[in-house]
């Protein structure tokens, strides 16, 4: 059962993602309707994901627990198979992905050292802000550009 609800999270979570992509193209189609009805398709699936995850896990750890999970399994988990996908689309010759990955890897041993800092430290910064392209998580103040994909400060939203 844990299998297949698994299997569910993830769909959900790919059909989250597709349906916001959808939206923005929906945006610059100029299709307001069609904008607003895939944003909130996106919410939706978002919400099922959310629900699937919490059966799964039964419950969420404490805060101390939950960071050393991200420490020490999850974010490791995704370095090793973005460096398995930049590989992989190196072999193929397929640069587009492969510099995907590269920027994926390198973000997320970025968000490894935050992670590892927020538990020594016990705070962080009172404000972030991430790249909506890439997904590059800047502390406490905006940068003009994004030193990963090179994106414009516009591009980036504020998480406080």
Known sequence: MEEHSLNLYAKLI????????????ADKDQRPELARMYKALTVSHKA???RVLLQIRGFIGH??????????EELPAFIKAYAKCH??????NNKAIAIGCDHASRITQMNLQLAKRAQELRQRPDTF???DFCGFIA???LPD????CTAA????????
């Open 14 to 25: 790919k059909e989250a993602t597709r349906m916001e992509v959808y939206a923005m193209r």
């Open 48 to 50: 099922q994901a959310r």
């Open 63 to 72: 805060s101390d627990e939950n960071l050393s999970l991200v420490i020490d």
């Open 87 to 92: 590989h992989q689309a190196v072999e193929i």
């Open 129 to 131: 802000f991430i790249c």
């Open 139 to 141: 502390s406490a103040n």
């Open 145 to 148: 550009t994004c030193p990963i």
């Open 153 to 160: 400060s516009r591009r980036f939203k504020k998480v406080c």
